[in-house]
Structure formats: C-alpha cells, structure tokens
C-alpha cells in the first residue's frame, strides 16, 4: 500500500440516549446516519473521538439526568454534541455547560449531522458506509419502535411536548409502511406503533393517499392499521387518544389483525381536572366508550396511566378517579404524583396539592389497582397465552416471555422454567399454560413452539 491508499481509523462517535422512546428512535435514526456516513459507533468515552447526548426535559428530575449526562461526557471526552428535547429549552445547556460544540432540539438527525460534520468530517470508505437496510436500532432484534409522526396539536396544561416537538407531523404511510416492511424482514415480530397522538395521525395532511406496493393507502390510523397487519407480526399501539374514530381500529383486534391492546393515558376520571389538564378528548364519555370496545373485542387489554395530585384536586375529584377505577376494571395502570414542569401552564394553577398528600393518593391508587390487576391476572390461570420470548436466563433456568396483553418494559413478564429439551429462542412467538399469577406478573409451563 503506497501512503495514498492508506485507510485511516474511521472516526468513532460516542452516544448516550436518555428519555422516552419517541428520544430513542430519534436515536436510532442519528446512529443509523452515523454508520450510513461510516462512522463507528463508541461503546467507550476514551475511545470515542465526539460523544452525543439525546436528552429528556420532561420532568424535572430528567433535566438533572441529562444535565449530569453532559457534564460527565464532557469530563471523560471534552467533546460533546448535545440533541433531544432539553437541547429545545433555550440556554439551559449552554448555562450550565458552556463548552459543548452544538445544541439542537429534538428529531433533529439533519442538525446533528451538520455538526458532527463541522467537527469531525467523515471520510468516505464504501466498506465502512454499509448497514443494514432496517438502519441501526437500541431495542432488542425481535421488536421494534416504529415512529408515525413528531410533535402534537394538543395543549394538555402540564406538558410542554408541543412547545419543544413543535405541532403534529406525520410521516407519509409509505414510509412508515416501507420501514414496516424492513424491519420485519430483518425479523422483528413486534412493531410498537408510537407517536405523541397516535389517534391523531394524518390530520395534518388531510389524510393524504399515498401509495405503497402500487396500492393507495391513506395517512390515516386505521388504514395504517390495516396496512400493517400484512407483515403477520405483532402490531401494538401506543398513546392512543378516546376519539370516537378509535372504534373503527377495535374491529382489527378482534379479527387479530393487530394485537388487541390499547394503551390510552386517561390521566385522570374527575371532569373538573381534566378541563383543567385540557386534556385531548376530555368530553368523551370514557365509560362508554371502554364499553363498547369490550363489546367488540372482549379480550382486548386497556392500559393506562393517572396523574395524581393535579393543581386542584381535590379529595372528591381524587375519589371520582378511584371509583372509575372500579368501575372501569383497567388491565394494566401506571400512576404519577404530580409534579411542575418547567414552562408547563400547570404550574399557575391554584390548589397547588402538597406533596406528602400527593403521595399518599398515589399510593391509595396503586393499592386499589394492584387488587384489580391480580384479580384479572388470575382468571388467566389454567389458559394458554401466546407469549414472545424476551430472554432465557439459563443461570436461572428461566425463560423470560410476555403476552400480547404486555408491552416491553412497562407491563408484566411471564416466568417459564426452561424445560429438558426445547428449541426456544429470543423473539419466538410460542404457547404457553399459565400456573400461577401476582398483582404484575405470571408463571407458566411451555406447550410446544408454534413459530420461529
Ligand atoms: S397530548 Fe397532551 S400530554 Fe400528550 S404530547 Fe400532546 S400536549 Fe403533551
């Protein structure tokens, strides 16, 4: 080799992603860019020639995360590009890190890439620039986050989503459907279907008509729905809003089109607090509506999550939101105390909540749904679920799955001794017997594998 064709060390690239999964696929599509350019990714700060840092700005205690994220970035490496939503929250990064080389805000991979170019230039080598078509990805191979839209129309009082994302954006069908179809083929066999109002997509675009296989589909959450279940895995929503058009996607539960889940944050069941919240359809009749799509699809599982403590509430309003509870028999609950945002409308409310009652509601909360939740976990017993398989611990002799009424990460596991002889492997979507059951969680014996 003369020195001219001598290939230098491509540049290595540092990446810390914090923050929701909405922050993690943003993440995804800067790291898929990063190997796209043929720039290696950094397991290490010394190793790393620039870190990245996607950040959260949520709530206040993610300000903290990512405001230490950066610092030790900086400390360990000297050079940092920070992105992601605090980077949206004017100077605050720029206050309290002064020497970070960029900031940009969230979904922003074109911004992030124009920096890394200004600092650290890649070199072109066609070896180097290959990845693989479904881009680089943070979850596990079997799932995936699949992102139909940025941003949101709505106001909710304590959010500041729309001021640091910005209005709805949705994606054209096509290309969620064309990523559909990637990383299905690379074998994912679960789609996460997330947004930050899944039941609002394509209202930007007039539910445009796009095409996809030649055959038009419109931008629109049931023909994406449908579209969708042509891959023949897992499809489950997230952030889905009550809307009366939600009924149409209950039908594609029921016919197994798309996995029978929903996961709607009701936040909260008092009348007076959600106006107070403005939260999106707060009119709805909730009760009703959790009705009729029992009625279109009995196994259909509800997920949710409750603020409580919101500026105002009261112990009536606290009340009304646990005999909803009751009424509404929720499978699967999350619940948050209340806590400013900053730059959130919320915080100028009156009634400010003092904290130890704050806490003490979340706690009545989660005491009267853990009772709920272990009563409905337990008429699983004796039935067979299909699961997907997460892990297989052989240190433990376990094989670690959930059902289609579990998402990754907030929802329940179940617990499988691994059995004298078996083929299982992680991302295998198989039967299982269930024997045993807590407020979360289930344990079961596995039947034979139905699909590998
Ligand atoms: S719907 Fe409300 S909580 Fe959700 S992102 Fe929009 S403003 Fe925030």
């Known amino acids: 080799m003369n020195s001219s064709t001598v290939r230098h060390r491509p540049h290595r690239i540092g990446f810390v992603s914090l923050g929701c999964p909405k922050a993690t696929v943003d993440s995804e599509h800067i790291l898929t860019q990063l190997r796209a350019e043929g720039y290696e990714i950094s397991p290490s700060y010394d190793g790393a020639d620039l870190v990245v840092v996607n950040t959260c700005g949520f709530i206040d205690a993610a300000v903290e995360e990512s405001l230490d994220a950066i610092g030790e970035a900086l400390d360990e490496n000297g050079k940092v590009i920070v992105t992601g939503c605090l980077g949206a929250k004017g100077d605050i990064v720029r206050q309290t890190h002064p020497n970070v080389l960029a900031v940009t805000g969230p979904h922003a991979t074109a911004e992030v890439m124009n920096a890394i170019h200004e600092h650290l230039p890649a070199e072109h080598d066609p070896f180097l620039d290959l990845v693989p078509p479904q881009g680089i990805r943070l979850t596990p191979r079997h799932y995936a986050y699949l992102k139909i839209s940025e941003g949101c129309n709505h106001h909710c009082t304590f959010c500041i989503i729309p001021d640091l994302r910005g209005p709805l954006v949705s994606r054209p069908v096509n290309d969620v459907l064309l990523e559909a179809e990637r990383l299905a083929a690379s074998g994912v066999k679960e789609l996460l279907v997330v947004s930050q109002d899944t039941s609002a997509y394509g ?112 112990e009536e309003d606290f009340q009304l939101l646990l005999d909803f509870l009751d009424e509404a028999q929720l499978d699967r609950v999350g619940c948050f105390a209340y806590s400013d945002v900053d730059g959130a409308k919320a915080n100028e409310l009156d009634g400010a ?86 407020e979360y969680d289930m344990w079961g014996a596995l039947r034979a594998p139905m699909n590998n």
Request: glycine share 4%.
């Open 203 to 314: 209202v930007d675009v007039k539910y445009k008509t796009e095409f996809y296989n030649g055959m038009p589909v419109k931008t629109r959450m049931k023909e994406l729905c449908e579209a969708l279940s042509q891959f023949g895995i897992w499809v489950r929503l997230h952030y889905v809003y009550p809307y009366p058009h939600v009924n149409d996607i209950i039908p594609l539960m029921a016919k197994g089109k798309i996995l029978p889940y929903l996961d709607i944050p009701f936040q909260h069941a008092s009348p007076k607090v959600l106006k107070a919240m403005k939260r999106p359809a707060s009119t709805e009749n909730t009760m009703q509506r959790i009705n009729q799509w029992r009625e279109i699809c009995p196994d259909i599982t509800i997920r949710s999550t409750f603020i409580a403590g919101f500026p105002g509430e009261t």
């Open 353 to 438: 909540v003092p904290e130890e009652i704050k806490q003490e509601r979340v706690k009545r909360f989660m005491e009267k749904q853990a009772g709920i939740s272990a009563q409905k976990l337990k008429q699983n017993i004796g039935k067979t679920r299909d699961v997907i398989i997460d892990a297989i611990d052989t240190a433990e002799n376990l094989i670690i799955a959930r059902t289609s009424s579990d998402a990754p990460d907030i929802d329940g596991l179940v617990y499988i001794d691994i059995p004298d002889s078996h083929n299982c492997q992680v991302g295998d979507i198989t039967q299982v017997t269930i024997t045993a059951t807590d």
